[in-house]
């Protein structure tokens, strides 16, 4: 499975922005998808994610009420729709695929796409 984000760019606080992860590969449907965001200077940390069939999701706490996560299973792209945006919010995001499903927030996922980035200024 490759993935590749999308989306990322400079954003007032306020602002929205949506990410996109586009997964290629036969089976890449099936696959649960996170997405991790990482600030300079600090570790990787969960965002949100996905079950494969959409049904299941879960958010960090920081996020909750601010960023959708989605997917569209027939384009297989899965979606961080970010509203709400903050300074704190700047970080380069990625996206991840994993097998299973789990509200597991450790970054324990078997693909990564290479990050987009996003600045929020205030």
């Known amino acids: 499975v490759q993935l590749q984000a999308s989306g990322g760019g400079l954003v007032q606080a306020g602002g929205s922005l949506r990410l996109s992860c586009a997964a290629s590969?036969?089976?890449?449907?099936?696959?649960?998808m996170g997405w991790f965001r990482q600030a300079p200077g600090k570790e990787r940390e969960f965002v949100a994610a996905?079950?494969?069939?959409?049904?299941?999701?879960f958010y960090a706490d920081f996020v909750k009420g601010r960023f959708t996560i989605a997917r569209d299973n027939v384009k297989n792209t899965v979606y961080l729709q970010m509203n709400s945006l903050k300074p704190e919010d700047t970080a380069t995001y990625y996206c991840?695929?994993?097998?299973?499903?789990?509200?597991?927030?450790?970054?324990?996922?078997?693909?990564w796409g290479q990050g987009t980035l996003v600045t929020v200024s205030s």
């Open positions: 991840a695929a994993r097998r299973y499903w789990t509200y597991d927030p450790t970054p324990n996922y078997d693909y």
């Open positions: 590969g036969r089976t890449a449907i099936s696959y649960s």
């Open positions: 996905i079950s494969w069939s959409g049904g299941s999701t």
